[in-house]
């Protein structure tokens, strides 16, 4: 199969750092469409008005009329649970659907100290701003689960596609997996990868979130937009994130994650969209970087990070895919670009 894309940026920004509660990072976008008209971004903040001071991450929200000018809800969508037994420091990555007695459910990664594997948790509202936490946790593993994006099937039910990695014999692999669910909070693995890799092509060394686009009419193809780190140049000494430091919520490490995560992201790593298809939304092969920066020391809000994205279908095969990206600078914003899906076998 032969993915046939254009896709071309966006003027400017959709969101950047405007106040103490996202001043540090914006990541992780997800574009909603509001019933009553225009539309919803919920994307992950960090900043020094964080809930209380251990805290690495939480969700946020913007609206907007028109889908490019975004003005920041008031206060916070969805904070960790600073007193739950797992995932207490950071919520990010939302995937936010529909549900059918009309409210809606927010699926996102719940992240708590190094020894703690990621999961994924839910919460739901019944106005897309107040959301209340759903008890429990709707998927995990004993390596963690990360990035969850959530799809409704024909059959009923969903799809959760997350982006995971194991060691196992001293050999990495990372990618995408998926769990089905009939009632939107009990998940069940499906066997093997959605998409997996060795780190062997390119340099690549994780996933960062993966869109799945379904068919828009019966026989179509399912489009995966996925988001891939690339490598630090061999030799480069990378300061340790502090989401990898067992001591940071003892020892005030904490404090300053925005600026100690930046000078990992900008150690030397690269990330870039790819995009890929497939015949049954099970089964995809490695796909084809469709954006991509400039790199360090040149322009673009994007130069050095594109990821994390969101897709927003406009009219036909139009669509405007909403992401996160970092500039040579550390700065991180949402930008967006606009093209089209399509395929032929």
Request: glycine letters at 12%; proline letters at 6%; charged letters at 20%.
């Amino acid at each position: 199969m032969t993915v046939r894309h254009s896709w071309q940026r966006d003027p400017g920004t959709r969101l950047e750092d405007s106040r103490d509660l996202d001043s540090g990072k914006l990541l992780g976008p997800c574009i909603t469409r509001v019933p009553a008209g225009g539309y919803r971004l919920y994307y992950t903040g960090v900043g020094p008005a964080k809930p209380f001071p251990e805290c690495q991450g939480y969700i946020l929200s913007a609206f907007s009329e028109d889908g490019f000018t975004f003005q920041p809800d008031p206060g916070i969508r969805v904070a960790p649970p600073w007193n739950g037994s797992t995932g207490r420091l950071r919520a990010l990555v939302p995937s936010v659907t529909p549900c059918a007695d009309g409210s809606w459910r927010m699926y996102y990664q719940l992240s708590g100290p190094a020894d703690d594997p990621c999961s994924i948790g839910s919460a739901n509202s019944t106005d897309m701003l107040h959301w209340n936490i759903e008890p429990g946790v709707r998927l995990k593993d004993t390596t963690g689960v990360r990035s969850p994006r959530f799809v409704s099937l024909p059959s009923g039910g969903g799809r959760l596609y997350c982006t995971y990695s194991m060691e196992q014999d001293g050999q990495h692999t990372f990618g995408v997996r998926s769990a089905v669910t009939r009632d939107g909070l009990a998940f069940e693995w499906e066997q093997g990868w959605r998409l997996s890799f060795d780190g062997a092509e390119d340099d690549m060394m994780a996933i960062s979130a993966a869109e799945v686009v379904p068919p828009t009419k019966h026989g179509g193809s399912w489009t995966m937009f996925y988001s891939a780190w690339q490598d630090v140049p061999a030799g480069t000494v990378v300061p340790t994130h502090p989401s990898n430091n067992v001591h940071a919520i003892h020892d005030g490490s904490s404090k300053n994650f925005a600026e100690t995560s930046i000078s990992v992201d900008m150690a030397g790593y690269r990330s870039r969209i790819f995009v890929t298809q497939s015949v049954d939304g099970l089964h995809w092969e490695q796909g084809e970087c469709i954006l991509e920066g400039r790199g360090y020391g040149n322009h673009g809000i994007d130069a050095v990070h594109a990821e994390d994205m969101s897709l927003l279908h406009l009219s036909a095969k139009q669509y405007r895919m909403y992401y996160a990206g970092c500039d040579s600078q550390g700065i991180w914003r949402i930008a967006s670009a606009s093209g089209t899906i399509s395929a032929s076998s």
